[in-house]
C-alpha cells in the first residue's frame, strides 16, 4: 500500500553538473524529455560559471520546456563535484534524485529502466553498471580497459562493496539518502563516486543495479593519467580504513 | 566494524592456522614454511586471471555510438525549430 503511495506521488530530481557544456546540456535535455513521458520530474542543472555560455543555452531551454521543469543552479565557478550535488539538491523537490553526467556518456534513454528498476524493488539506491550483459563502453582503447579491470579486481578484493561498477556515476537515489551520503563523504572526482557506493553499501542501503552502455565523450576527450591512478589507490586505502 | 579490521581478522586466522600446522608438524615442517609464499602466490594469480577474464569478457557496445549519432541529429534539428541557439555545425 505504501509502496502504491510512493508510486503516484514519486517525483524526480535530475540533477546534472556542467562545465563548458553548452551543445551537450541541450541534446540531454531533448532527450531526458524524449524517453520520461508520463513522469513527474525535473532537471536541475548546476553550471559552475562556464564561459562558453551553457548558461545561456539553459534560459532558452526553460523557454521550450518551461522553467518549471528545467531549473537552472549556477555557481560562480569550479567548485567540486560533491558540492555540485549538494548545491543541485537545494533546489530539488523531487523524493528521488537522478544523477547523470552532461557530457552523453550517459543516455538518457535508460532513465525509465532506472525508475522501473526501483519501483519493482523498493531500492534505495539504482546504480549503472557498465560490467554485465546489457552493458558495455564504447571508445575505450585496450589500454583503458585494462586499467579499468585492474582497478575493478583490486577494489572487489580488499573493499567487498557489493556493486559491480563502482565508479560509474548514472544513480538514482532516495533524496534523503543522498542527503545523508552526500554530508558523509569527502573524496573528490571519481573517487567520490566510489565513497558515495561503498558508504551506502556499508549503511545497508538496498542497492539495485541496472545495465547502462556507456559512450565515452563524443566532443572532446576524455581523461586518465597517471595522477588520476594514484587517485584512485589512495581512495581505495581510505576507504579501506575509513568504511 | 571497519573493514581493514575485517581483513586483518582474516589475515590473524589465517596465520593462527599457519603456525598450529607448524607445531603439529602433519605435513613436513620445509613444505610449511613455504606455505604463505604459495597464498600470496596465488592471490597474485587469481588477480592475474580476473583482469585476465574481464578483459576479454570486456562488455563493449559500438552500435551504441551510431544510436547516439542518429539522437543528436534528431535533438538537434528539434531544438533548432524551437530556436535554441546550439551553433551552426
Redesign the interface.
Known sequence: MAEKQEREKSKFSIIVPTYNE??NI??VV??IFKHLRDIDFEIIVVDDGSPDGTQ??VK??QQ?YGDDRIILAARPKKLGLGTAYAHGLKHASGNFIVIMDAD?SH?PKYLPSFIKKQMETGASIVTGT????G?????WNLMR??TS??A???AH????PGVSDLTGSFRLYRKSVVEDLIRSCVSKGYVFQMEMIVRAS?KGHHIEEVPI???DR?YGSSKLGGSEIVEYLKGLVY????? | M???VK?LSILVAVAAMWIGLLHISIVPKSQTWLLPLYLIISLACY?LL??GV??MR?????Q??VL??Q??VE??D??RQ??????SD
Open positions: 553548452r551543445l541541450a541534446l531533448y532527450l545561456e543555452i532558452q531551454l521550450v552523453l543516455h557498465r560490467y554485465v550483459s552493458g558495455g563502453v564504447h571508445g580497459k585494462l579491470r585492474g575493478n579486481v583490486l578484493t580488499i573493499l567487498w556499508r552502455t556507456f559512450v563524443v576507504l579501506l580504513f575509513t568504511t | 571497519k573493514h581493514i581483513i588477480g580476473m583482469v574481464g578483459l570486456f562488455p563493449t557496445c559500438p551504441e555510438a547516439l549519432q539522437d543528436v535533438a538537434k528539434f531544438l524551437k530556436g535554441v541557439d546550439i551553433g
